[in-house]
């Protein structure tokens, strides 16, 4: 028998390397439409990418038609494109990737964006912005806002009906994601694209999954859903619809006034996918017409949007019906925050406050101003704050800090 000797033989000649060993289906996507990546690369290390991208180029890397082959092929086309020796910059250039984003939900479900991964601000490829809103249904004199108000329970209640249908079929998670961004935005018959809302899909969908339909259902009793229109009624405006800060407003006063149970994070969480516009067409759609709302107390709802910085003490980053945000300012050695309510009888309960930047920490000093007493002249300062009605709250500490100022709980 003759010996054989392979040892000439290159294995990468034999195996080789190949980063697309099976072709798939291209995205239904433009290459540079939202949501999107904008990444730095060293030049270098692009030769590489580069080198692995070309294999997208070819027909075989995409499954499909001859023509839809080609359109991914484009598609690579595009990205190698705006990479290539006109668009090297030096270090340090600013208009470097100036369009990469971060994104955050924050507690109304606003959706929040950031170039430098630290300052916050809306962001403007909330696709729920494309929704186009109906009129107020408070236009004509036979409706009022509390009409408004049960309108949106109706349609909340209806949501959570399709929610509890759901239980019973043995959704998948993906599944259930799908079937929420259809039962929330087909009031308009509006398709969404909604990577940016995948988050709260995501809270609703799994909370529903540990679920039963009768424990679901259980929660939504007639108390229940008479305390929803209650916040619902004095959380919105007079004509009948949300602004961002109402919505915040309103959120927070879902979190602080429904009773606790095992659908009430769910219908909130849906409150916050449906957003400010969805929640504002839910309010003109509907056959409510001289509802009364009579009995809603509204008189312990607290409202930070008219709140203002006392004596020159901090600087407003943000504002809205459910809280301030303030940045510290240094006087007389020390970083203070210190806000009123504009007005001695106007208060809330319940104050306090969670850091944004560094720690207010143990050695700080804390007062309040009790409600209906005058607050120009210190004479009325108080530093035992355990939740009393106050027209004025401050701190004081001795490092920089900006924290947001809030109510746990509205005023008995």
């Known amino acids: 028998m003759t010996d054989f000797?392979?040892?000439?033989?290159?294995?990468?000649?034999?195996?080789?390397?190949?980063?697309?060993?099976?072709?798939l289906v291209a995205p239904d996507f433009d290459i540079d439409e939202c949501p999107y990546y904008c990444i730095r690369i060293n030049t270098t290390w692009w030769a590489?990418?580069?080198?692995?991208?070309?294999r997208l180029m070819y027909n075989d890397a995409w499954e499909g038609t001859l023509e839809e082959k080609e359109a991914a092929v484009q598609q690579v086309q595009a990205i190698l494109k705006q990479v290539g020796k006109d668009n090297i910059v030096s270090c340090g250039t600013p208009e470097c990737c100036d369009?990469?984003?971060?994104?955050?939900?924050?507690?109304?479900?606003?959706?929040?964006?950031?170039?430098?991964?630290?300052?916050?601000?809306?962001?403007?490829?909330?696709?729920?912005?494309?929704?186009?809103?109906?009129?107020?249904?408070?236009?004509?004199?036979?409706?009022?806002?509390?009409?408004?108000?049960?309108n949106i329970v109706t349609h909340m209640q209806d949501n959570m009906d399709k929610y509890a249908n759901q239980l019973e079929m043995?959704?998948?998670?993906?599944?259930?994601?799908?079937?929420?961004?259809?039962?929330?935005f087909t009031i308009l018959e509006v398709t969404l694209v909604g990577a940016l809302l995948t988050p709260l899909l995501i809270l609703i969908a799994a909370a529903l999954i540990g679920l039963d339909r009768e424990t679901f259902q259980a929660y939504f009793t007639t108390e229940v859903w008479d305390q929803v229109r209650c916040v619902v009624y004095c959380s919105i405006g007079d004509d009948g619809r949300f602004n961002d800060s109402r919505f915040a407003l309103l959120i927070s006063k879902l979190r602080s006034n429904l009773s606790d149970g095992a659908g009430k994070g769910i219908l909130i969480d849906t409150f916050r996918l449906a957003g400010r516009a969805q929640t504002n067409n839910y309010a003109s759609t509907g056959a409510s017409s001289g509802a009364d709302c009579s009995d809603c107390d509204c008189t312990s709802f607290c409202d930070y949007s008219a709140w203002e910085i006392h004596g020159g003490r901090g600087t407003i980053i943000d504002q809205d019906a459910s809280g301030i945000t303030v940045q510290a300012s240094l006087l007389s050695g020390s970083y203070w925050v210190d806000i009123d309510s504009g007005d001695v009888d106007t208060c809330c309960c319940n104050i306090t406050f969670e850091n944004v930047v560094g720690v207010v920490g143990d050695?700080?000093?804390?007062?309040?101003?009790?409600?209906?007493?005058?607050?120009?002249?210190?004479?009325?300062?108080?530093?035992?704050?355990?939740?009393?009605?106050?027209?004025?709250?401050?701190?004081?500490?001795?490092?920089?800090?900006?924290?947001?100022?809030f109510s746990t709980g509205d005023c008995a």
């Not at 590489?48 to 070309?54: A, I, S, Y």
């Not at 043995?170 to 929330?184: D, N, P, R, S």
Request: proline letters at 8%; a negative charge.
């Open 363 to 405: 050695s700080r000093t804390i007062w309040y101003n009790p409600c209906g007493l005058g607050y120009t002249d210190d004479t009325n300062l108080n530093f035992s704050y355990s939740g009393q009605s106050a027209n004025r709250l401050g701190i004081a500490t001795d490092h920089p800090f900006t924290v947001r100022i």
């Open 99 to 150: 369009e990469t984003k971060t994104y955050q939900i924050n507690d109304a479900g606003q959706i929040l964006e950031s170039t430098d991964g630290t300052n916050y601000t809306p962001s403007s490829d909330d696709p729920r912005d494309n929704i186009p809103e109906l009129p107020p249904i408070t236009m004509d004199e036979t409706h009022t806002k509390c009409d408004a108000a049960v």
């Open 170 to 184: 043995g959704q998948t998670l993906t599944e259930l994601v799908a079937v929420i961004m259809f039962i929330i």
């Open 48 to 54: 590489h990418f580069d080198g692995v991208l070309q």
């Open 5 to 23: 000797n392979f040892s000439w033989i290159n294995p990468d000649v034999l195996f080789p390397f190949d980063p697309r060993f099976k072709p």
